[in-house]
């Protein structure tokens, strides 16, 4: 029979330390691993505050790393990092600046080489189920509707 390893506040504080330091996190990812490691609520407090005054845990970092990330390596339009960053209880003030730090022209220039290249791999020969499935592809990502209508209707004639 396996017993459960249980970790004292210091040895949870340090492997938490670790934990962060590798890549950043949100509080909710911390939350659940804390509890993941069968810690009880008072010592998760305890560790989440030390993470934040020792700046392991910030939540503007985490916030601004993981859009620039996203929209970068996978290319979520502000709609998907919005709803990401909110499933993971991050603050408005956090996703605005996050989102801020994507300049216009870079967001606009992403978005038009997503849909050429995106438009140019669909097998279809039907152009309104061939425009359907860029919308829908555009869409998923996460980018404004707007944008995605009027992009499908310029590149699929």
């Known amino acids: 029979m396996h017993s459960k390893k249980t970790y004292t506040v ?5 492997k ?35 993470l934040l005054e020792h700046n392991f845990l910030n ?16 290319a979520w339009g502000r709609r998907r990092l919005t709803l990401e960053l909110k499933k993971r209880d991050i ?13 216009n022209a870079e967001y606009i220039e992403v978005f038009n080489e997503l849909a050429e290249k995106k438009a140019n ?21 996460g980018w404004e509707s707007h944008l995605v209508y009027e992009k499908a209707s310029e590149i699929i004639r």
Do not use: W
Request: charged share 30%.
């Open 16 to 50: 938490l330390e670790h934990y962060c330091a590798y890549q950043e996190r949100c509080h909710q990812e911390v939350r659940q691993k804390l509890k993941a490691m069968h810690m009880i609520p008072q010592a998760i407090d305890i560790i989440i505050v030390h």
């Open 91 to 103: 603050g408005k003030v956090n996703i605005n600046q996050a989102l801020a730090e994507i300049g």
């Open 121 to 141: 791999s669909i097998k279809e020969t039907n152009i309104y189920k061939k425009r359907k499935k860029l919308i829908d592809y555009l869409l998923y990502r």
């Open 59 to 74: 939540e503007e970092r985490f916030a601004k790393t993981y859009v620039s990330g996203k929209f970068r390596i996978k």
């Open 10 to 14: 210091q040895e949870a504080t340090k």
